[in-house]
């Protein structure tokens, strides 16, 4: 079946816009998660939705940062007044709500604030 | 600060030979202890996990090896082939917990 897909696959930017990101996760799959990956480093994690329930939003960096998830589906991550430090490849990942240590991810979106 | 520590950064195996990749941790509410595989280009997919109850999990030719006391975990990949290429991911989380800490990623080249 389909797998995460995440759009743009990479998006160059200039500092100060605002972009947005989106997630399409596996159908079926409650649980959905945002990180960010930046060069030589592992994964940040950004944000956890699950169902219904208030987000868990702990990993956001900054207010500039947001996401919401319409219908219990497709998400969308806005960065507001992008900053150069915020290049970096953002990936989605989902999950069953039982089976949340295995998390599917996307292929990312390569971000590049110039 | 990263609470999962992972090296080497980078390493290179000569075909048929192993790699080794370790990682540490010092929560220990730890209790979930996965590896991740990343192609140029896509994203993480599970590869391996472990729980603390056993000391090594095998699949294939992948290895994780776990040492509770010490807090430190390894992956061995055996008999290393050029489609291992890639860079590989240790993760850890509490029990019950959705919430992954990465280590910062081994890329590894396995030259013909």
């Known amino acids: 079946g389909a797998g995460v897909s995440q759009s743009p696959s990479n998006k160059v930017t200039e500092k100060g816009k605002d972009v947005e990101l989106r997630c399409d996760p596996i159908?079926?799959?409650?649980?959905l998660y945002w990180y960010r990956q930046s060069l030589g480093q592992g994964l940040e994690f950004l944000i956890y939705f699950q169902g219904n329930s208030a987000p868990d939003k702990s990993g956001l960096p900054s207010d500039r940062f947001s996401a919401e998830r319409t219908g219990g589906s497709v998400s969308t991550l806005t960065i507001q007044r992008t900053q150069q430090e915020d290049s970096a490849v953002y990936l989605c990942?989902?999950?069953?709500?039982?089976?949340?240590?295995?998390?599917?991810f996307g292929p990312g979106t390569r971000l590049t604030v110039t | 600060q990263q609470q999962v520590k992972q090296s080497p950064q980078s390493l290179i195996v000569q075909k048929g030979g192993i790699s080794i990749i370790n990682c540490a941790y010092e929560n220990t509410a730890f209790d979930y202890f996965p590896w991740y595989q990343q192609f140029p280009g896509k994203g993480p997919a599970l590869l391996i996990a472990?729980?603390?109850?056993?000391s090594e999990k095998k699949e294939g030719r992948f290895t994780i090896s776990f040492n509770k006391s010490a807090k430190q975990f390894s992956l061995h990949i055996m008999d290393s082939q050029p489609g291992d290429s890639a860079t590989y991911f240790c993760a850890a989380s509490p029990f019950n917990d959705y919430k992954l800490s990465f280590g910062a990623g081994t890329t590894v080249t396995v030259r013909a």
């Open positions: 472990i729980r603390p109850d056993v």
């Open positions: 159908s079926g799959h409650t649980a």
């Open positions: 990942a989902s999950s069953t709500r039982t089976g949340f240590y295995e998390q599917y």
